[in-house]
């Protein structure tokens, strides 16, 4: 097509997105081409011309309607709806709405007009559709999802070409040689969208970021932070800010702090931890009662509201575990030093501090900012031992912090929490970072003494809030809620436990939360284990933070929160702000602006969860790289219309088993009993079945692994 045949087709497409809009801004009037003309302030016969053949094409596609010869209307109403570009595989996308229709609104290839996957886009919605989706297309790309993103370079004489690792990014960015910025060719690197002309196939770049070499390992951990919008370093002024401040704690600081140094105090971590932001201290009291104070590291004393430090730890809002690393979301001279609750030091905390009795009920119950002194380090490991032996050092105090966890632990239970004790898999890594090993992480009772005292103090302090005003007048707080799972899907749920034996009560939410605790302690240690755990926190809903006050399903809990990480979650730090600033009688903050932030936190826990799973996913890959053609016994772990995944018994490795592949009949997908159905054999192939596989194909860049069905 010439230049000027593509400008014409462009003018063309603005111009039928300025007639629409004429009709959609005046509702159900009937306009011509001389009225449409008018309002668009077109005099010229030409242009409005091109108007009459535009309106003539909208009423062909059932946009318009002609009522009357030249006599134009929109056929219904709310046919501009806003939504998100979820890209397919073949380039045509689906538009999700915020339950306006319902069913995604189909946009094809052609009718996308540049957005990307992810992007907020305004849709236009035709009135007949050929499927069961509504179909549509883009009139306006109203916030791009991201702009940069992280791929190789491709460098010819004149040009070069981005091409994305995001397999949903359907476009190569052109990069002119003079925005190549070093970058050679064959590298990976960061890349960065500038403009995108109308009338241009392809978006224009710049290379933002060198990353290094393919393969590396910096440069694929890095690349997967980039591709996922978390910063690779902190900017200057925030290392400024942290550098600046005062490692030395005050006396007049001291005084206006409960002090807990003389009280036995000790950390309970993985032994690779850096950060330490939660203690416990010990006392037993005179009247047979036990002091167990939670002492969390006061991160809102040395982040100043609105500083370079607190806009950086919001922008990212948590702390990302890669497979070898930890990109924190403070600065190492906070997260690693000032506020790290290291033994041996005084240390500012934000605590609660509760009196239970011998059954771990709560006698009395304390609130604020505090001095602690660690006494001890442990690991988790030589706490697990201590439990187990019953000796080393405060074997006592040890021995009655499980006693009184464990009494907690059976009252969550007891009330409907849901006990989901999903496989960890850790790998061993070398010094160049390859893997050399896989393995499964065990929760012990010195993992879960730590997690029933937190989520003490969780619920505490969110009760504590709630029950502060009344109705309208609650005090606005950051929540941690879990809605129940929607009944479909946990129906859905219980009919695929039922094949492998197991009976789900969905009569009602404690007995569901019953029976599902039942299958997951009956399922421990079978093959069928993480398929059914899994599968079983797929059908519940997901957790999120939140201003508006409500429970939370999986833990039983009325109300709860998060306070007792601020040094890797940023709603942590909210809630430290929102606590401290209601015991000293504030008045109850903006609700409006709370829950924006929490909506970002929300979002960047996602974020942050994605690039961990595909860290996971890269390093499997590597690992079974130099195992090509191997022969593995696997259970099958989910199941799609292309294919099905298996997991690796041995490893928890986990490939897919293309359809295409099995060449003894013609699979096809049985959705609703999760299995691929041979339509000739009609042999089955279902979720939790057990196959042996071969190693076909590992792709690192698309962090894909390709397995081959062995047959008997």
């Known amino acids: 097509m010439s230049k000027k045949k593509n400008s014409a087709s462009s003018v063309k497409q603005v111009l039928t997105q300025m007639v629409l809009d004429v009709f959609e801004q005046n509702g159900n009037t009937q306009l011509n081409y001389k009225q449409v003309s008018a309002k668009l302030n077109v005099r010229d016969p030409e242009a409005r011309d091109i108007i009459l053949e535009i309106l003539q094409e909208e009423s062909e596609k059932q946009v318009l309607k002609e009522l009357s010869p030249g006599k134009f209307q929109l056929i219904e109403l709310k046919t501009f709806i806003e939504g998100r570009v979820d890209m397919t595989n073949d380039g045509s996308a689906f538009i999700v709405t915020d339950d306006e229709f319902e069913n995604d609104i189909f946009v094809a290839p052609r009718k996308l007009r540049n957005a990307l996957n992810g992007d907020r886009v305004k849709v236009y919605v035709y009135a007949k559709s050929k499927g069961k989706n509504k179909e549509g297309e883009v009139i306006e790309i109203l916030q791009r999802a991201k702009m ?28 002119p040689i003079a925005d190549l910025n070093g970058a050679k060719n064959g590298i990976k690197a960061v890349a960065e969208i500038t ?26 951990m890095n690349a997967i932070l980039a591709e996922y919008g978390f910063p690779l370093s902190f900017p200057a002024e925030v290392e400024h800010e942290s550098e600046a401040i005062p490692e030395i704690i005050s006396k007049e600081e001291i005084a206006r702090r409960r002090d807990f140094r003389d009280i036995l105090t000790f950390t309970i971590d993985p032994f690779d931890a850096k950060d330490f932001d939660d203690a416990l201290s010990f006392k037993k009291l ?83 900012k505090t001095i602690i002194h660690s006494n001890r380090r442990f690991t988790y490991e030589e706490v697990q031992l201590v439990i187990e032996n019953k000796e080393g050092d405060h074997v006592d105090e040890i021995l009655k912090l499980n006693a009184l966890a464990h009494k907690l632990r059976d009252r969550k239970f007891k009330h409907g929490a849901i006990s989901f004790e999903t496989t960890e898999v850790k790998f061993q890594l070398d010094t160049s970072g390859k893997p050399i090993g896989v393995y499964v992480k065990e929760r012990k009772d010195a993992h879960k003494l730590i997690e029933d005292f937190m989520l003490l103090a969780n619920r505490k302090v969110a009760e504590h809030v709630s029950k502060m005003g009344k109705g309208k007048h609650k005090y606005t707080f ?11 899907s946990l129906a859905n749920f219980a009919n695929f436990a039922a094949r492998f034996g197991y009976k789900i009560n969905t009569k009602s939410d404690k007995e569901t939360a019953r029976s599902l605790n039942y299958l997951m302690e009956d399922v421990e240690g079978k093959k069928e284990q993480n398929v059914l755990t899994q599968l079983a926190i797929r059908s519940m809903a997901k957790a999120i933070y ?18 007792t990480s601020p040094i890797r979650r940023y709603p942590d730090v909210m809630v430290h702000r929102l606590l401290f600033h209601y015991l000293n009688g504030g008045q109850s903050a903006n609700a409006e602006h709370y829950e924006k932030l929490c909506q970002h936190s929300s979002q960047m826990e996602k974020k942050a969860a994605d690039a961990e799973r595909a860290s996971v996913k890269y390093k499997q890959a590597e690992y079974l790289r130099d195992q090509v053609g ?18 690796i018994i041995e490893n928890k490795c986990e490939g897919m088993i293309r359809l295409r592949d099995i060449a003894d009949d013609f699979y096809t997908l049985d959705e609703k009993n999760y299995a691929i159905i041979g339509q000739r054999k009609k042999k089955v192939y279902q979720l939790g079945d057990e196959v042996k596989i071969r190693v076909k194909n590992v792709d690192l860049t698309k962090k894909q692994i390709d397995f081959s069905l062995v047959q008997d």
């Open 195 to 220: 403009d995108w002309p109308a009338s241009a196939k392809n978006p224009i770049g710049r290379i933002k970021h060198i990353l290094g070499e393919q393969g590396a390992n910096d440069t694929e």
């Open 630 to 647: 191997q022969i593995f016994s696997g259970v099958i772990s989910g199941v799609t219309e292309w294919g099905m995944y298996v997991e």
């Open 286 to 368: 005179e009247n047979g009662n036990y002091e167990v104070g939670i002492h969390i590291a006061d991160v809102s004393h040395y982040i100043a509201p609105d500083s370079a430090l607190d806009k950086e730890a919001l922008d990212r809002a948590t702390s990302v575990y890669l497979v070898d690393r930890v990109i924190p979301m403070l600065p190492e001279r906070l997260s690693n030093g000032l506020c790290s609750l290291r033994p041996n030091e005084d240390k500012l905390c934000f605590s609660a501090v509760f009196e239970l009795d011998e059954e771990a009920y709560i006698v009395n119950e304390w609130y604020g």
């Open 148 to 175: 940069e993103f992280t791929g190789i370079v491709k460098i010819s004489e004149h040009f070069a070409f981005f091409i994305p690792d995001d397999r949903k990014m359907m476009h190569d960015i052109f990069i």
């Open 546 to 563: 939140t201003t508006k006050s409500s429970s939370h399903y999986g833990l039983a809990f009325d109300h709860y929160t998060h306070f």
């Open 478 to 488: 950051v929540y941690r809620v879990h809605d129940s799972p929607k009944p479909e």
